[in-house]
Structures are given as structure tokens and as C-alpha cells.
């Protein structure tokens, strides 16, 4: 059997697309159960999950605490599969999903991690940019088009869309720390799916993609555009310091608290950007400004950790 694992926080404007996409999937031939965490939603997630149960051979568990980690383990608990796969409540599964990540694991019976391809499903036409960006794999939980079958980095596994054995979690399970453990708050930054592959791929353990294995992120409407992106990537740069993706060997100058050479680096860059974006240079710029976006999400999480003189959790940042 199959496990199909996800967390669902007020998930229901989404939840119908992904829903009916499991029911359109070709079911494979050892069986699959859907295992669907309602992660203390107050809206109409668990009526929508509860109309399917007509339809799909699902399960619905209930984690109070606000945290992706709390529900996931919880599903991964209640799984029976000898395969377990992870995904979102805003997501369109490809027909053929399963079966392409059962006939890896067939192929390669001494990998037990697998990542799969994650393309997007717009509400909304997006810019060009955009969609250069999600085509490179650097927006919205999107991997690289161009991503070959075989052996990956943990930074091409995102949360979408990646499967385990479940010999795997019995070694494991997701990382519940405040930070990494997303709860939606502006102190914790997500990574949950990063930080358990990267473990497990420390405890032995070899991860392939599986192109094959292809689902849609779904990008809602008010997610299209520069702010939103932008907003995203400072986010990301906050989770990329609890994930120890930079170490602190700045010892020059500060104002209030930041690297001094920031106040020049900052609006030279935007003036940079700026000036690409007006001359019809907008993948250039778009890139430019995520980087910067990056960079001063990892600064501003580092200022507010060293008030609190809390230390970055040691694992590995999450890509986007």
C-alpha cells in the first residue's frame, strides 16, 4: 500500500482542486490510503474533507496545535503504506502521480527517498518573469523543468511533492521545534520538509527525482506579483538563518544591529534593480531583487534571534 500524507490549514479554498484531482488519479495496484490532517483550521476544511470519503479511501485525523510538523507526524503515525507521500492542501496531482513514484521505487529498491516534480497551476496569467522564475525552479515550491531522473540534492525536495519507505520514518519524524515547524506566525519560517530529508540523508539514507512523479502547486491570485514574491523570499531568508545556511563571520560595524555595510549594499542594489527592470530587463531584475530579498530576511531573523539570544537550529535551507 501507498500513503498520501497532508496537513490542511484553512485549506478550503484549495482543498476541491486537490480533492477532486485524487480522485481522477490511477490508482495503483497495491492499494493507496489518504491520510488528510485538518491542522486547527476554523473553516470549512472538514466538511469538504468529509465529502469526499464517498469517493477516495480517506482518513481524517485532527491536530489542534497550530504546526505542519504536529500534523504530519500524527498522519505518519496512522500510515499503513510501505510507501509514504507528502503533499499540500493546494496542490493538482497528476493522473499518473503514484504510479510514477511506485515504479521508481520498483526500479531503485535501494533508495528509499524520492523527490518529485512540482510544476504550477496559476489562478491568473503571471508575468513573463514569473514564469521564467518558476520554470528555473525558484518560485512558489516549483522545481527546475529541466530536473533529470537520479540521485538530487535535498534542496530539489519540496514540500508538495516527495516520497519516503517507510522504513524511513521509523528512524524519524518531522522536526516540531518553534521556527522550523511552520505555524503561520512571523516567528516561524517553515523548512519542516528540508529539515527531515536532510537528516535522514545524513542517517544513510539516498534520495533520486522522479520526474515522472509530477503534481501542480496551485498560485492563488493575490500571489501573483513582485510584492508577493518578494515577501516570500524574505520569509525564506529568515527560515535560511534557522537553518544555518550562513554563518555570522561579519565582525565590522553596526547600526542597530546590522552590518553597516548594508545601508550602502541596499539601495545600490535597488537602484540596480530598478534600473533593469525599466529598460525591459525583468528576469535580471526579478532575480536581483529575490537575492536581495533573501539576504535581508536571513539579516532581520538574525538581528531578532541575537535579542533573544536564541541559536539557529543546524539544518539545511529550504529553496524555493
Known sequence: MISVIFASHNGSRTLPLTLASFRALNRPSCGVEFIAINNASNDSTT?????????????????P??????????GIRSAKGSLLVFTDDDIVADPNWLTGYIDAADTHPDV????????????????????????????????????????????????PNFMVRQKVVQH?????DTGINFVGQGT?????????????????????????????????????GILPVFKRY??????????????????????FGYPRYLYKMIPKEIARIGYKWIIGRHNEGANALLDLA????????RQKRAQTSVSPIIVEHKND
Open 65 to 74: 496545535r497550530p504546526g505542519k510538523s504536529f500534523a504530519i507526524n500524527l
Open 172 to 176: 524519524l519524524t518531522f522536526c516540531e
Open 294 to 301: 533573501f539576504i535581508c530576511g536571513n539579516e532581520i531573523e
Open 47 to 63: 466538511e469538504i474533507l468529509e465529502s469526499y470519503r464517498r469517493y477516495i479511501p480517506i482518513k481524517i485525523l485532527n491536530e
Open 112 to 159: 528509499s527517498l524520492f523527490s518529485g516534480q512540482v510544476r504550477h497551476y496559476w489562478e491568473m496569467p503571471p508575468p513573463e518573469w514569473l514564469r521564467t522564475l518558476a520554470l528555473e525552479g525558484r518560485s512558489y515550491a516549483g522545481t527546475p523543468s529541466n530536473l533529470s531522473d537520479g540521485p538530487v540534492s535535498v534542496k530539489y525536495v519540496k514540500g
Open 188 to 224: 516561524s519560517h517553515g523548512g519542516e520538509e528540508t529539515a527531515f530529508v536532510k537528516r535522514a540523508l545524513a542517517s544513510g539514507f539516498e534520495l533520486h527525482h522522479v520526474s515522472a512523479a509530477r503534481v501542480q502547486h496551485i498560485v492563488r491570485k493575490e500571489q501573483i
Open 234 to 255: 524574505v520569509r525564506l531568508g529568515r527560515a535560511g538563518f534557522l537553518q544555518n545556511e550562513r554563518t555570522d563571520t561579519y565582525n565590522g560595524p553596526r547600526i
